[in-house]
């Protein structure tokens, strides 16, 4: 790559690679084929004739068990896409740093902001929610438990839906965060559907912020599921911190230029 990094044009998005605009591409599978020249071949057809790629090229092919083969493949993909044409996610969400979040809260709340975590139903995977509530936070970021504005409550994993929002009614929690890693079977489906039925059952849906994530999890989905954001992947604790404030803030007092004007 250049010194100088060359800023692409957003609305012809392609892979970056080696240079800009080369449409590289690296892939993972593994064949249930036997490791050789007829898996090799198999590979190279997938990737060339049935997933639109061009020039493929294996780069490291090894046998797994009897059976069955692992590639890793470049290839170049041709296509690009319009970043401007796509229903922008959470567009009115600003990005902001730990700093900027509770400058922001004590500005336009003047209150701290309670949130209450889990991991919910038999997931047992902890790490994701840890990650984005408990002090220490996620990749160098501080979790919501550090900053001065949010009270972060932090139940851990493999809670009923039943406890963690008798717990949110308890401490009077602004938002609900819930993790969700295993997708198997739609497992996490279900139980983040149930959740959104209990609050709503308990006529609390307008009071609560309902707030998902997993490495599967994305604000498209979230969405569908009632929620009203979801968070995959790659998350910052500030960039959840940054949604719930500034939803909160717009759902409390709406900013100044959007409020009636006075007589
Ligand atoms: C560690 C681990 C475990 C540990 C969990 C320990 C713990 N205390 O958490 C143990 C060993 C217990 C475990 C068990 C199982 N695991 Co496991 N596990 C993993 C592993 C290796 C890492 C997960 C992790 O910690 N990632 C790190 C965190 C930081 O990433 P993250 O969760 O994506 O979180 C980020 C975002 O998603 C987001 N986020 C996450 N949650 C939330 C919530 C909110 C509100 C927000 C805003 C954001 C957010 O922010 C985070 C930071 O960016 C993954 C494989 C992998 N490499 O990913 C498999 C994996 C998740 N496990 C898997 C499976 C299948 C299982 C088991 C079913 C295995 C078995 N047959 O027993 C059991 C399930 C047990 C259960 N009842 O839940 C599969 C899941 C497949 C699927 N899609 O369903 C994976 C992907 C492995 C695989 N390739 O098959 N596992």
């Known amino acids: 790559m250049s010194s100088v990094a060359?800023?692409?044009?957003?609305?012809?998005?392609?892979?970056?690679?080696d240079h800009l605009d080369d449409g590289l591409v690296q892939l993972s599978f593994t064949l249930p084929v036997d490791h050789g020249p007829l898996a090799r071949e198999a590979a190279l057809a997938l990737v060339r004739d049935k997933m639109g790629?061009?020039?493929p090229e294996i780069v490291h092919a090894k046998p797994l068990t009897p059976g069955y083969?692992?590639?890793?493949?470049?290839?170049?993909?041709?296509?690009?896409?319009?970043?401007?044409?796509?229903?922008?996610?959470?567009?009115?969400?600003?990005?902001?740093s730990e700093e900027e979040v509770d400058a922001f809260v004590a500005e336009r709340l003047g209150r701290p902001i309670?949130?209450?975590?889990?991991?919910?139903?038999?997931d047992t995977h902890s790490v994701g929610i840890d990650s984005i509530l408990n002090l220490?936070?996620?990749?160098?970021r501080h979790g919501l438990e550090a900053y001065h504005w949010f009270r972060a409550h932090n139940l851990g994993s493999q809670v009923p839906n039943t406890a963690l929002l008798a717990k949110a009614f308890d401490v009077e929690a602004d938002?609900?965060?819930?993790?969700?890693?295993?997708?198997?079977?739609?497992?996490?489906?279900?139980n983040l559907t149930e959740l959104v039925e209990l609050v709503e059952a308990e006529g609390k849906r307008r009071d609560l912020l309902l707030v998902c994530g997993g490495p599967r999890i994305t604000?498209?989905?979230?969405?569908?599921?009632?929620?009203?954001?979801?968070?995959?992947?790659?998350?910052?604790?500030?960039?959840?911190?940054?949604?719930i404030a500034q939803e909160l803030a717009a759902r409390e007092r709406p900013p100044v230029d959007a409020a009636a004007p006075e007589l």
Do not use: W
Request: glycine residues 10%; charged residues 20%; proline residues 2%.
């Open 6 to 17: 060359q800023r692409a044009s957003l609305d012809a998005v392609r892979p970056y690679g």
């Open 53 to 55: 790629l061009i020039k």
């Open 136 to 140: 220490k936070g996620f990749d160098g």
């Open 114 to 122: 309670v949130v209450i975590g889990a991991s919910t139903g038999t």
């Open 175 to 190: 938002a609900i965060l819930v993790s969700q890693t295993v997708t198997q079977q739609g497992l996490h489906l279900h």
């Open 219 to 243: 604000d498209e989905l979230a969405k569908e599921l009632g929620f009203d954001a979801g968070f995959s992947k790659g998350t910052y604790p500030n960039d959840v911190a940054a949604f």
């Open 69 to 96: 083969t692992y590639f890793v493949l470049f290839a170049q993909c041709q296509h690009a896409v319009d970043c401007d044409r796509l229903a922008a996610v959470r567009t009115a969400t600003r990005a902001m």
